[in-house]
């Protein structure tokens, strides 16, 4: 079993990937097949991390918040080529932008 500390480390190392990998823009990434398995993989690997950040620990930090979450609204069917898209972009980018800078901050002041 991994430390509290190393799931913490790779739920930061999932952000900055994130945040790396989205940096080209929307445009880059909607065209990139690669770039959004990649932006989906850290996602769902930084949850499964927050999920083994352990009561013990999160009641040992009451200071951090573990409970930020955002739901991100898109359209898609099922239907080929399986079309995707934000019900508002802008307004996604935004929210997007503004939970990862909040997780970011808490567990950069937390090490």
């Known amino acids: ?4 500390r190393a799931y913490a ?3 930061l190392e999932c952000i900055r990937r994130v945040l790396e990998d ?6 880059a990434v909607f065209a990139s097949r690669t770039l959004q398995d ?8 930084l949850c499964e991390s927050t999920q083994r950040i352990d009561e013990l620990y999160r009641q040992r930090h009451p200071e951090i918040e573990f409970d930020e979450f955002l739901i991100l609204r898109f ?3 099922n239907s080929p080529p399986y079309p995707f898209e934000w019900h508002n972009s802008n307004e996604t980018r ?6 990862l800078s909040r997780i970011s901050a808490r567990y950069l002041q937390r090490f």
């Open 1 to 4: 079993m991994k430390s509290q």
């Open 9 to 11: 480390e790779h739920i």
């Open 22 to 27: 989205s940096a080209p823009g929307r445009e």
């Open 38 to 45: 990649a932006i989906l993989r850290n996602l769902q690997v």
């Open 75 to 77: 359209k898609a069917t």
């Open 94 to 99: 935004l929210d997007y932008a503004a939970v």
